[in-house]
T-cell receptor, first 110, second 116 residues
Framework: KQEVTQIPAALSVPEGENLVLNCSFT??????LQWFRQDPGKGLTSLLL?????REQTSGRLNASLDKSSGRSTLYIAASQPGDSATYLCAVFTGNQFYFGTGTSLTVIP | EAEVAQSPRYKITEKSQAVAFWCDPISGHATLYWYRQILGQGPELLVQ????????DSQLPKDRFSAERLKGVDSTLKIQPAELGDSAMYLC??????????????FGQGTRLTVV
């Protein structure tokens, strides 16, 4: 069974800092990896989708990389803002379903 | 912008009562998922539909949970009877049928269930 791990579980940074969130998965046979944002008590908002053949995707201040062979992905957030405070989840798609990590809770301090 | 709609947003129910959640996926999306997310954890799949057919319900507690997607459009998830351990966020997601690399999940706002 696919296992997805996210490190760290929680992160607190001052506004303006660049930061990296990590995601690892045990089975490299994936079709894509998706990063989501979840605000407290809300659903999941898709941030970036990286296909298995891609190395990275960028959207604004967000950059996600994928190293399928080593089972790792990183989400880089540049110039963090208080509005970035949320839980960030990664999910891998195996062709059958999406497997999620437990998330990284990010707090950006003004 | 098209969204996955879920209702209700919040539900409080007494244990042993029945409860139902509704989901309307993005129009044209063939695949529909129900996930359960316990506080502090990642979502876990309960059931997956392809059109009106169940593709995977191996994680669905079938003694108390049921799900249907009549006509392959909207879907209902039911719990009867509810137990205290069912308190969680229930998330519905849909994805279009397409190339696997492009398969992207779109989630609704979820239903927060509290069983008392």
């Amino acid at each position: 069974k696919q296992e997805v791990t996210q490190i760290p579980a929680a992160l607190s940074v001052p506004e303006g800092e660049n930061l990296v969130l990590n995601c690892s998965f045990t089975d490299s046979a994936i079709y894509n990896l998706q990063w989501f944002r979840q605000d407290p008590g809300k659903g999941l908002t898709s941030l970036l989708l990286i296909q298995s053949s891609q190395r990275e995707q960028t959207s604004g201040r967000l950059n996600a990389s994928l190293d399928k062979s080593s089972g790792r992905s990183t989400l880089y957030i540049a110039a963090s803002q208080p509005g970035d405070s949320a839980t960030y989840l990664c999910a891998v798609f195996t062709g059958n379903q999406f497997y999620f990590g437990t998330g990284t809770s990010l707090t950006v301090i003004p | 912008e098209a969204e996955v709609a879920q209702s209700p947003r919040y539900k409080i129910t007494e244990k042993s009562q029945a409860v139902a959640f509704w989901c309307d996926p993005i129009s044209g999306h063939a695949t529909l998922y129900w996930y359960r997310q316990i506080l502090g954890q990642g979502p876990e799949l309960l059931v997956q539909f392809q059109d009106e057919s169940v593709v995977d319900d191996s994680q669905l507690p079938k003694d108390r949970f049921s799900a249907e997607r009549l006509k392959g459009v909207d879907s209902t998830l039911k719990i009867q009877p509810a137990e205290l351990g069912d308190s969680a966020m229930y998330l519905c997601a849909s994805s279009p049928q397409g190339g696997w690399g492009n398969t992207e999940a779109f989630f609704g706002q979820g239903t927060r269930l509290t069983v008392v």
